[in-house]
Every structure is written in structure tokens, then in C-alpha cells.
């Protein structure tokens, strides 16, 4: 594959409408072969609002949810000449939200997404990396993440950089239909 150029940096609120379209793209990309259409559809309608709400109004500082969102941007050339960034990928990293039911993990990825042209750059790691540089994560600091089983492609990454599978739970939470989602994790996020 050829060498995408690509620079990754913090989230801000003009990148709000191209860091939705790379992230319901990339469930429709990830979850459409197994899940239905509809369930993705439903979720996807409230991403934007979603998103809005995890992206720091203050470059260095975490949202208000105490998360930090990054993005891979390339540079486009406009019609008229003129240079704009465009979002190719982006990755919310905060809090363990289930820190009972997962102890031992004080964060979580929470979502992962990279445009289908930059997949294969290097883009994922360097924006997890970029983040747990900025938040200022401690070594033997854990992350998690939830994957499903059916999405080999995640899978396959997530193992290739570092994570294992610390849990495998049974759930009928996501559309309702039987399904098996790991719980993948680093144990030192400074290894990703």
C-alpha cells in the first residue's frame, strides 16, 4: 500500500461534522455484515449529538465527559486552490465506564474509526498513541475496549497491537439478537 500522509491531533469543534461521517461510516463498515441495518441506522442517527458532547472546547482539556477525542486528518485541495483538512479518522479514549463489572482497567477506547482510503497507514495506533500522550497515562495503566466476535477486522488489529481478550460475554443487548463480544485489553497503555 502506498504511504498515506496523514497528521493526527485533538479533537475540535469544527471537526464535529467530518468525525461523524467517518465514525457511521465505520459501523456500517464494521457491523452491517452481522448486525441489522436498522439497529446500526438508530444509533447512528444520535452520533452527532454524541460526538458534540465528547469534544474538549478547550484544546488540552478533557470534554466535560472527561474523554479526549482525537482525528487523523489529510489535506484536500479545494476547488478554488485553497487547502482544507479532512477527517480520516478518529478515536474516543476516556474513563472505564464499567470500572465494577471491569476492575483492574482505568480506561477504555471507546470507539475506533478510520476512513476505508487511510486503513492500512497507521492511522489507529497513532491516534490511541497521540492520545495517551496527551492525557498523560501512567505505565501499568490498563485500557479496554468491547469488540464483536463477528468483526474479525477489529479483532485482528486490536490482537496485532497488543491486546488480549480479557472477557467473552454472551449478550442480547444490541438489536436484541444473541451475540459475543470480547472485552480486549492492554494492560500498559504506554505499549500500544
Not at 485541495?77 to 485553497?82: G, P, V
Not at 468491547?146 to 438489536?175: C, D, M, P, Q
Request: net charge negative.
Amino acid at each position: 500500500m502506498q504511504k498515506q500522509n496523514f497528521k493526527v491531533r485533538e479533537a475540535v469543534p469544527s471537526d464535529l461534522d467530518g468525525c461523524t461521517q467517518v465514525y457511521c461510516q465505520g459501523w456500517i463498515d464494521g457491523l452491517s455484515s452481522f448486525q441489522p441495518m436498522e439497529w446500526i441506522e438508530s444509533i447512528n442517527s444520535t452520533r452527532r449529538e454524541t460526538l458534540q458532547k465528547s469534544i474538549a472546547t478547550n484544546p488540552g482539556k478533557l470534554s466535560p465527559r472527561g474523554h479526549i477525542q482525537m482525528v487523523a486528518t489529510t489535506e484536500t485541495l479545494n476547488d478554488d486552490n485553497s487547502k482544507s483538512e479532512k477527517v480520516v479518522g478518529v478515536v474516543l479514549l476516556g474513563p472505564n465506564r464499567f470500572p465494577e463489572e471491569y476492575p483492574g482497567f482505568e480506561y477504555e477506547l471507546q470507539g475506533l474509526f478510520v476512513d476505508a482510503s487511510m486503513r492500512g497507514c497507521g492511522v489507529p495506533l497513532e491516534m490511541i498513541r497521540e492520545g495517551v500522550r496527551l492525557m498523560q497515562w501512567q505505565p501499568d495503566t490498563g485500557m479496554l475496549l468491547h469488540v464483536f466476535e463477528l468483526n474479525a477486522r477489529a479483532v485482528r488489529f486490536y490482537t496485532k497491537s497488543g491486546a488480549r481478550i480479557a472477557f467473552k460475554e454472551n449478550t442480547t443487548k444490541y438489536a436484541g439478537i444473541d451475540r459475543v463480544v470480547y472485552v480486549m485489553a492492554w494492560d500498559d497503555v504506554t505499549k500500544i
